[in-house]
């Protein structure tokens, strides 16, 4: 999609710190890190947020989950968040879904 910063970081037209990647999914550092760990997992495919995942598209979401927890393990975490944000008012800011991987410090509850 024309316009989508994680969408030019998939084709490479902005760097990042990559972390895994495969033909669905792209993990790569975020560029201002809330915790030691803070890494963003995305889809190759463009999903706008959470409210677009739907029986057709759900797979990939799995997929995201999966491997938030691999990248967790071979990160050496002891545990972690992992956080969707879904539009504005939750703090959505970059409108293609991203699953926040979070780590190294201890997470406060309820969030805010
Ligand atoms: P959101 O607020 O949409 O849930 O999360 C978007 C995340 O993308 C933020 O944590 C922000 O720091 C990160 N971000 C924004 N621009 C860039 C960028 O150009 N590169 C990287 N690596 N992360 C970015
Ligand atoms: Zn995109």
Not at 16 to 41: C, G, K, T
């Amino acid at each position: 999609m024309e316009n989508c910063l994680f969408c030019k970081i998939i084709k490479k037209e902005i760097p990042s710190e990559i972390v895994f990647e495969n033909d669905e999914l792209l993990a790569f550092r975020d560029i201002s890190p809330q915790a030691p760990v803070h890494i963003l997992i995305i889809p190759k495919i463009h999903i706008e947020s959470p409210f677009e995942i739907n029986s057709s598209n759900s797979t990939v979401a799995g997929k995201i989950i999966a491997l938030a927890a691999e990248i967790a393990k071979e990160q050496k975490l002891e545990g972690y968040r992992l956080v969707f944000n879904c539009n504005e008012i939750a703090g959505q800011s970059v409108f293609h879904l991203h699953a926040h991987l979070l780590g190294g410090r201890i997470m406060n509850w309820p969030p805010g």
